[in-house]
């Protein structure tokens, strides 16, 4: 067989192409001053959805459109520059939106439209998911309970009554393609899967822990198998609502499987012809294009599975 790449490739989310710009976002009057200039381009995020506009060829981009008159009403994040053109998010409570801007059909979530997205709109949509989340979930000081003010042009909250700062978290998670010696790929099911979705085994870092035993550590919980060779093939924003997800290829030093059985509800080593049935009779579903699982599943069988069914992941 001709050797794996040594990194994924084609990880929906993941392109670089924002100027991030940090240095402004110490300007106190940035905000205002972009929503005031008609060259800048506003993404509007409703709850956790912003309009798409799909394309003749099936990608998407998030509309982006001037600034309006209401924005300046909402929070609002400098979320960098792209094209010569500064981008802002505008960030809207779907309690006080219009109907027809939570309901209207191009308002999509990120899980739906992820894998279509193009490179700008992804990193966009991201981005922001990440940043609203964390401000809906962050809005009182962990230090005195007082309710905090958003600064730093969005990436920050900062307390009024004893003037400490705040940053928005990033929770880090592994997920990882077991591999047996006879190339053998380790599936599972987890308790909050729908019936027959399967992905590789995935769970967070904990305080104190390398990725490297983090992958250790959840492979032999969930499934009792030890590994060695963890090896990083990439990583993925996963703004579910907070994650970062860091993908590893991992070696099963032995193949019998003892679940744990509040987590996992099945688990089972795959050939690539065993998979390839599976998936042809329905009998398994596996995880959606956008997300990193499917392609680090995609990276151990060599090249993408076509799979009409699939399931949402956290
Ligand atoms: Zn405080």
Known sequence: MARAERSLTGVALTEPVLDRRGDLRTDPGLISRLLADPATRVLRLVG???????????TAGVSLTA???????????????SGGA?????LTDPATAADDAVL??????????????????????????????????????PRCGAPTEPASAGW????????????????????MAVVDDADRLLLARNQRFRSGGMSVLAGFVEPGETLA??????????V???VDEVTYLGDQPWPFPSSLMVGFRAHALTTDLRLQEDEIASARWF???????????????????????RRLLEHWFGGEVEAPETFGLR
Do not use: K, Q
Request: some cysteine.
């Open 104 to 141: 209207a059909p191009a308002m999509r979530t990120l899980r739906e439209v992820g894998a279509r997205l193009d490179p700008l709109g992804g990193a966009l949509f991201a981005g922001t998911l990440a940043l609203a989340n964390w401000h809906r979930s962050h809005g009182h000081c």
């Open 224 to 226: 009792g198998i030890r």
């Open 156 to 175: 920050t909250r900062r307390c009024p009554r004893d003037g400490s700062e705040h940053y928005p978290r990033t929770d880090v998670a592994v997920i």
């Open 67 to 81: 600034p309006g008159p209401d924005d300046t009403s909402h929070l609002a994040i400098y979320l960098g520059d």
């Open 48 to 58: 956790d959805r912003a309009e798409v506009e799909d394309r003749p060829d099936g």
């Open 86 to 90: 500064a981008h802002v998010a505008v």
């Open 271 to 293: 050939s690539r012809d065993e998979l390839l049935a599976a998936v042809a009779d329905g009998s398994v579903h596996l995880p959606g294009r956008v997300s990193i699982a």
């Open 213 to 222: 035993a983090a992958v250790a550590r959840e492979v032999h919980e969930e």
